[in-house]
């Protein structure tokens, strides 16, 4: 569910009043999903301002962070847990995260994400999410804090909102008893924004020659990313439930706790 849009934090959304199975649906207000806080005014934005903000998690990497540094509000923690830490450790590819270095060179992107590699790089990334320990400490972290009530109004995000945040909310719908169908909607929603947000460098990497196809795969969210995810859970887990205890090693106790606090 959209919030109110923020004037100074993109791709705002809060995951209250989405509809769960027997008529029930979230609870607004307690956990919220956005693109980083870097440009956080409070004085400037009264929507974010009347959140009252009592915990940030943020999903981002140690580069993107020291680029980008959020901004609290007052009394706010935060949180740090780096969803793709093990990823680009293992792997040395070039962080989905980093959408301005991957379309800085039309030729270079070319090289390393056409025929189809944009979308195979971002299907082994939602794998990651799954798979990985240190993706799993960040979505344990996040399952853990939402489920306590005195976490206060909570916000996770990542950079642009749409990955690493996107499985985040995934999950924790899930967990709610979200259907696929919801779970896909709320995942695809994000799309509008993010693409208003980086419309510049889409612009700029296709005046410069370069295939609009591969600047969407990497800017936008789609069908195809959340599948590979939720494909990782089938696999290795058997499902969602499975994956949430043994994969992360979140109790019963606390997934309980959870739908006691956010379905209303």
């Given at each position: 569910m959209t919030a109110k849009p923020s004037t100074t934090v993109a791709n705002l959304r809060d995951l209250g009043g989405i509809p769960l199975a027997g008529g029930r649906s979230v609870r607004p207000g307690l956990v919220l999903r956005s693109g980083a806080l870097d440009r956080l005014d409070l004085d400037a934005d009264p929507v974010m301002a009347g959140l009252g903000l009592r915990t940030v998690i943020d999903l981002r990497s140690a580069p993107e962070r020291a680029d980008h540094p959020d901004l609290l509000p007052d009394g706010a923690r935060l949180l740090v847990r780096d969803v793709l830490a093990d990823k680009m450790s293992e792997s040395r590819m070039p962080a989905a995260a980093q959408l301005k270095d991957l379309l800085a060179d039309p030729v270079v992107a070319e090289e390393r994400l056409g025929?189809?590699?944009?979308?195979?790089?971002?299907?082994?990334?939602?794998?990651?999410?799954?798979?990985?320990?240190?993706?799993?400490?960040?979505?344990?972290?996040?399952?853990?804090?939402?489920?306590?009530?005195?976490?206060?109004?909570?916000?996770?995000?990542?950079?642009?909102?749409?990955?690493?945040?996107?499985?985040?909310?995934?999950?924790?719908?899930?967990?709610?008893?979200?259907?696929?169908?919801?779970?896909?909607?709320?995942?695809?929603?994000?799309?509008?924004?993010?693409?208003?947000?980086?419309?510049?460098?889409?612009?700029?990497?296709?005046?410069?020659?370069?295939?609009?196809?591969?600047?969407?795969?990497?800017?936008?969210?789609?069908?195809?990313?959340?599948?590979?995810?939720?494909?990782?859970?089938?696999?290795?887990?058997?499902?969602?439930?499975?994956?949430?205890?043994?994969?992360?090693?979140?109790?019963?106790?606390?997934?309980?706790?959870l739908r006691a606090r956010l379905i209303a």
């Open positions: 025929n189809g590699k944009a979308q195979a790089l971002f299907g082994s990334v939602y794998r990651s999410f799954v798979s990985t320990a240190s993706a799993q400490d960040a979505y344990r972290t996040l399952l853990t804090e939402a489920a306590d009530p005195q976490a206060g109004p909570l916000l996770f995000h990542c950079t642009a909102g749409k990955d690493r945040t996107g499985w985040g909310a995934t999950v924790i719908l899930a967990l709610l008893g979200a259907d696929e169908e919801t779970l896909m909607a709320e995942y695809l929603s994000v799309n509008p924004a993010v693409k208003e947000a980086f419309a510049p460098l889409i612009e700029g990497f296709t005046a410069a020659g370069g295939d609009p196809e591969i600047a969407l795969a990497l800017i936008g969210v789609f069908p195809s990313y959340l599948e590979a995810g939720l494909d990782e859970v089938r696999v290795r887990f058997g499902s969602m439930e499975k994956y949430v205890r043994e994969g992360l090693g979140v109790p019963d106790e606390t997934v309980e706790a």
